[in-house]
């Protein structure tokens, strides 16, 4: 059954920290979008106090593409020994009610008869993850409890917790003040776990997330685990403007205790789809979605 989730508590604590397609919608959004919904800021580069880092990640939380979209990615898992596998992927996206939910599929490309692996990620104040693999249809639609939050996806070296990002919404931080990534002036934040989380898993102090200076985007994060010990960090490779909005290319990942790196390439994506035509439901993860036709996507 591919992919499965695996409870391997020395995996666990590895941490397979895959910042999947869920990035994208921090980091994306029309570099317009972003000016637009900003205040001017004269000294952008300056040190933040309390209140404005509040206010700055209030007005990232709203950041994203817009409307209903698709993207068409690659997974290549690049161990450090051992043989490289691939992995294909979907993913479909929206905003509601409650914040941003998005439906992923992935697939072993060698494999077809392994079945197809699906999510449905509620992103928000009220969090949620639902999982459904057609391989096994009998184990049926549940919901991802939280003691799961961290058991890696099989073979693919990434967990629910990683395609959900909750850490976006933690409403306690510290702020760790500027430095440069990838070139970019960046205000650091240490995330603080809410503590039904810390209660479930000790060793997690928190998630640094990098927010670019300028536009307030997500630039990068990293778990931190005991010690203030860099478990998981990611580096953006190269980005693309589609209908001026930016995506995420190429990103690779790097687990900083084994050296395995794992690369998302996106290599097309279908902005503006009508919204009648997907139901993002955990009901529906039992069915497939409505086809997009290959004159929808813009192939990179």
């Known amino acids: 059954m591919l992919p499965s989730l695996i409870s391997d508590q020395r995996r666990l604590k ?12 921090g980091f994306a959004g029309s570099e317009a979008e972003a000016q637009r919904r900003l205040p001017q800021r004269p000294i952008p580069y300056t040190e933040l106090e309390q ?6 990640l209030r007005e990232m939380r709203q950041l994203g593409i817009t409307g209903v979209y698709s993207l068409l990615a690659e997974v290549r898992v690049m161990p450090r020994r051992g043989k490289e596998s691939r992995f294909q992927g979907q993913v479909w996206g929206t905003r509601n009610e409650i914040g941003p939910i998005y439906r992923y599929e992935f697939w072993d490309r060698e494999n077809a008869e392994k079945g197809t692996l699906r999510f449905l990620v509620q992103n928000g104040e009220d969090r949620s993850i639902w999982v459904f693999d ?3 249809s009998e184990a049926g639609l549940r919901e991802i409890p939280i003691e799961e939050l961290f058991t890696p996806i099989e073979g693919m070296e990434f967990t629910p917790f990683d395609l959900q ?10 702020y760790e003040g500027l430095s440069r990534v990838r070139g970019r002036s960046s205000h650091g934040f240490l995330m603080k776990p809410p503590q039904a989380l810390a209660e479930a898993f000790p060793w997690l ?10 536009f307030n985007a997500m630039t990068g994060a990293e778990i931190v ?3 203030g010990k860099v478990l998981r960090a990611f580096n953006i490779i190269d980005i693309k403007r589609v ?4 995506l995420l290319k190429t990103v690779d990942y790097r687990n900083e205790t084994s050296g395995d790196k794992t690369r998302l390439s996106i290599g097309a994506a279908a902005l503006g789809l009508e919204e009648h035509r997907f139901r993002f439901t955990p009901e529906m993860l039992e069915e497939p979605f409505p086809a997009i036709s290959r ?3 813009v192939i990179f």
Not at 205 to 214: I, K, T, Y
Not at 243 to 246: A, F, G, N, P, S
């Open 243 to 246: 209908d001026d909005q930016w």
């Open 295 to 297: 004159d929808e996507f």
């Open 165 to 174: 990002l909750p850490f976006i919404y933690w409403e306690h931080f510290s």
């Open 14 to 25: 590895s941490l397979r920290f895959f910042l999947f397609f869920v990035l994208i919608v």
């Open 205 to 214: 102090e928190g998630v640094r997330m990098f927010l670019d200076a300028e």
């Open 225 to 227: 685990g005991e010690k």
């Open 134 to 136: 057609t391989a096994d």
């Open 51 to 56: 209140e404005e880092g509040v206010a700055r």
